[in-house]
């Protein structure tokens, strides 16, 4: 079954730079939504970036905008498991959060890539703190 695994993360100061990563095991199809949601202390989870698996378009939360890059690294390497980080620079003290790997497996566009009901997998989750 399919599982993510997720690493990068823990501690930086603000101003600085971070790099996360997710391997979704045992999906190997070039379809659907990967990428990272993020859930804060008291606060509604919430998509930040997201990669098409198939179109390779990208999707943002606008706090993100201009400091954040989501890729996909082996998208030269077909029938491997789909791998996504995410780098994200000039951090600020609203990133901290938890981190969440997910993929939409179905369609997703511009206007469906941020519905966490379209989710049906997802990591356990990084924590990322800025200071």
């Known amino acids: 079954h399919v599982q993510l695994v997720e690493s990068g993360g823990g501690s930086v100061q603000a101003g600085g730079s971070l790099r996360l990563s997710c391997v979704a095991q045992q999906y190997t199809w070039r379809r659907g939504c990967m990428g990272w949601f993020r859930q804060a202390p008291g606060k509604e989870r919430e998509a930040v970036a997201q990669?098409?698996?198939?179109?390779?378009?990208?999707?943002?939360?606008?706090?993100l905008k201009g400091r954040g890059t989501i890729s996909h690294d082996n998208v030269k390497h077909y029938n491997t498991e789909n791998t996504v980080s995410l780098q994200l620079n000039s951090v600020k003290t609203d990133d901290t959060a938890m981190y969440y790997c997910?993929?939409?497996?179905?369609?997703?566009?511009?206007?469906?890539?941020?519905?966490?009901?379209?989710?049906?997998?997802w990591g356990e989750g990084t924590q990322v703190t800025v200071s």
């Open positions: 997910a993929v939409n497996s179905n369609y997703c566009d511009a206007s469906t890539w941020s519905w966490r009901g379209d989710y049906s997998y």
């Open positions: 990669i098409n698996l198939a179109t390779g378009e990208t999707y943002y939360h606008d706090s």
